[in-house]
């Protein structure tokens, strides 16, 4: 049950970092989440940013 508790703490952790970075990105280029390439900034964070985590996370 402890195994279960920690995954799931992990993947929110690494959600709201992630959610973060993409509120600091997104108000220095000064793109709208609603747009074409807002929605490329919120994949590639979340996409590349999640595998990146994952792999750290992994080798640790």
Same mark, same amino acid.
């Given at each position: *049950? *402890?195994?279960? %508790?920690?995954?799931?703490?992990?993947?929110? %952790?690494?959600?709201?970092?992630?959610?973060?970075?993409? /509120? +600091? =990105?997104?108000?220095?280029?000064? +793109?709208? =989440?609603? /747009?074409? %390439?807002?929605?490329?900034?919120? %994949?590639?964070?979340?996409?590349?940013?999640?595998?990146? +985590? /994952?792999?750290? +996370? /992994?080798?640790?």
């Amino acid at each position: *049950m *402890m195994r279960i %508790a920690l995954f799931i703490a992990t993947n929110l %952790a690494v959600l709201v970092l992630l959610g973060i970075v993409l /509120s +600091i =990105l997104q108000g220095v280029f000064g +793109i709208q =989440l609603g /747009s074409t %390439a807002g929605l490329l900034l919120f %994949a590639a964070i979340f996409g590349f940013g999640g595998a990146f +985590i /994952s792999l750290l +996370i /992994s080798k640790w």
